[in-house]
């Protein structure tokens, strides 16, 4: 069945011009769907953090004192390097189902004591023993319900 167009069959009424300004549409059309899928998936990677591969998150580097400030906005990764008995104060800006790591370090002294504020609460009601020795290196995660850190995972390195 041969389509009419002004009288006309469709093959000849096209000079050919009509297929190279279609062929030139489609082909930018194409680039725009690709470009913006390109974008899409880059935004989706970088804005909403969707994981591609193995992941990292830098540590932030918490300062040693009398009671040490966590702010959960800063990461999920916490570094401390003891020069004094600490106690970890109540995180800021928690928010539920977050996990936070904590690794804890004594300095070259040694001997520090480490205590911590009301939201931390670990199995069995008491934290764990820690190894206090010269440049020993503790470890543990802590899972935020909403209403409390669930706290486990302590692991000392002499």
Same mark, same amino acid.
């Given at each position: 069945?041969?389509?009419k167009f002004s009288g006309l069959t469709a093959a000849s /009424?096209?000079?050919?011009?009509?297929?190279? /300004?279609?062929s030139q549409v489609v082909s930018t059309v194409l680039t725009s769907v690709k470009t913006t899928l390109s974008a899409v998936f880059t935004y989706l990677r970088t804005t909403l953090?969707?994981?591609s591969a193995t992941q990292s998150v830098t540590p932030f580097a918490l300062t040693s004192?009398?009671?040490v400030s966590i702010d959960a906005s800063k990461s999920n990764n916490f570094k401390l390097t003891m020069t004094g008995a600490c106690k970890l104060a109540?995180?800021?800006?928690?928010?539920?189902g977050m996990v936070l790591n904590f690794a804890i370090d004594q300095d070259a002294t040694g001997g520090r004591a480490l205590t911590f504020d009301t939201l931390f609460k670990w199995p069995g009601g008491t934290a764990p023993a820690w190894v206090t020795t010269?440049?020993?290196k503790n470890f543990f995660s802590a899972y935020y319900d909403g209403t409390v850190l669930r706290c486990n995972g302590a692991v000392g390195y002499a």
């Open positions: 069945m041969a389509v /009424a096209l000079d050919g011009t009509e297929v190279v /300004a279609v953090g969707v994981w004192g009398t009671t109540n995180p800021t800006n928690l928010t539920e010269v440049s020993a």
